[in-house]
């Protein structure tokens, strides 16, 4: 019966999953204590169909953090000019990585969702910049006056990449 066939969608277990309706496009995401370990039913805030949530068991770690970050359209190369903003990174993988920042910050002709953007940050204990160029795959109002961005990355040189490996290493 294909009202029971549920949709299925692809993710990686985090403590904030995000993924876009199958159905109606909308953004859902699910928050929870722990990163799921197993495949589960949601269903969708905006049209209500249940999606059959996938979880991607290879690769793809995680990590939560709380880490300053600068965004930006224009090409920048210091985290402090006037054409980056400013948030919190929440969260990164080898693929990308999650910022929050304030609602009264946000602009939805800045942050849209297949925006490409530079972005500019620091993973302790180094203190050397990385900047790698990553694209908008999600915009998530969020409660408390906030919204979250998942930016997946794109052009990430070698030196780069090492740099994150690094400090996703257990
Ligand atoms: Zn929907």
Redesign the pocket.
Known sequence: MEQDEAKIVTVYSAIIITFA?P????P?EIRSEVPPKDDFRSP?P????DSLVKLNRRAAYRKSVSLPISYSLSDISDPFDKLAKRGTMLDISKGGLRIEAPLSRFCDAYEKTGHSMTLLFSLPPREQVIRVRAKVVGIFPCPGGKFHMAMQFVDIAEHQRKAINFFLMP
């Open positions: 309706c159905y109606c496009g909308a859902v969708c905006h049209c209500g169909r």
